[in-house]
Each structure stands twice: as structure tokens, then as C-alpha cells.
């Protein structure tokens, strides 16, 4: 796959870039250094972004399953962090919560 600079016509490079404190895969011009995401990943980001700026957070509710307790994962988190079936989270218990790490 390649992208060329809409600016210079150049042939950019595939890197990994800082897309407020998410690492995205990205294409950068070597030669203007002009940056290009793709929309699918940062639009949850930029979604969340506005959430967070409203104050609104967000909030699930607990179900049950059987004899057992689930939540479910909010689409926008599946998106941002590319969540499927199978995936294996890790729950770290602390005083003040709990936290869903994604990489396990
Ligand atoms: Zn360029």
C-alpha cells in the first residue's frame, strides 16, 4: 500500500506516531513531514476526547451471566483499542478501583 503527500507528491513512510498519548499507525512525508491517520483510528480518539471535555465519562452498568457479574466493553473502547472476542484483558484490583488493562 502507498500514500502519496497531497502537498509535495512524495511517497510517504508507514511509522507509528503519538496521537494524543495513542500510538496509531500513521504515514509521514519525508519530505514536508506532514502526518496523515486514518480516520477509523482516531475518530473513537476525537469522540472520547469530546466526551471527556464535557464531563461526561463513561459509565456502564453491571449484568449478570449465570451465577456471575459482566460489563459489557462500550463500542467506543472497542474501537480505540481494537478490542475482539477472545481477547484477553488483565484487571489490576487497587484501592480506589478497578483498572482493564488491554495489552495482558
Ligand atoms: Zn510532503
Not at 513531514?33 to 461526561?56: F, G, S, T, V, W
Not at 452498568?61 to 484483558?89: F, N, Q
Amino acid at each position: 500500500m502507498k500514500m502519496l503527500c497531497w502537498k509535495c507528491k512524495k511517497d510517504m513512510k508507514r511509522i507509528q506516531d503519538n496521537f494524543h498519548g495513542f500510538t496509531l499507525p500513521a504515514w509521514k512525508c519525508p519530505v514536508c513531514r506532514e502526518i496523515i491517520y486514518d480516520a477509523k483510528d482516531i475518530q473513537p480518539i476525537l469522540h472520547y476526547n469530546k466526551m471527556k471535555a464535557a464531563k461526561e465519562g463513561i459509565t456502564v452498568t453491571i449484568g449478570t451471566l449465570g451465577g456471575s457479574k459482566i460489563l459489557r466493553i462500550p463500542k467506543l473502547a472497542e474501537e480505540i483499542y481494537k478490542i475482539s472476542k477472545g481477547d484477553k484483558l488483565k484487571l489490576e484490583l487497587g484501592p480506589e478501583g478497578i483498572c482493564i488493562r488491554v495489552k495482558a
